[in-house]
């Protein structure tokens, strides 16, 4: 289920780019901009993550994504700036799955 939904996030970061080079302006643009990089960067990492069997980091990574871009991609469509008071939750949840990930291969040695 995790590599389903890693896939599902890989295209709504290229589909969010996609509108934030050529229908957005502005701010709007930026954050859907930003959104997709760290959306799909993270949705690989979530399948490098599975492969590696380190399950709660993919986890940790699709999660984080979601909720980073997510808010960033609301905003851009124009719902309340309050939303970007959320977005650091998906990165702290980003930053932790790279954490969880190191721990399980220090400990894979």
Do not use: C, D, N
């Amino acid at each position: 289920m995790i590599l389903v939904l890693a896939a599902l996030s890989g295209a709504l970061a290229v589909a969010a780019g996609a509108f934030g080079a050529h229908g957005a302006e502005g701010k709007a643009a930026e954050w859907l901009r930003i959104g997709g990089q760290y959306q799909l960067a993270h949705a690989l990492a979530a399948m490098v993550a599975v492969q590696l069997r380190a399950g709660g980091a993919a986890w940790l990574f699709v999660a984080g994504g979601a909720l980073f871009a997510g808010t960033l991609y609301l905003m851009a469509l124009g719902l309340p700036r309050w939303l970007g008071a959320i977005t650091p939750i998906g990165g702290a949840l980003m930053i932790a799955g790279w954490l969880w990930l190191t721990w399980s291969l220090w400990r894979a040695g």
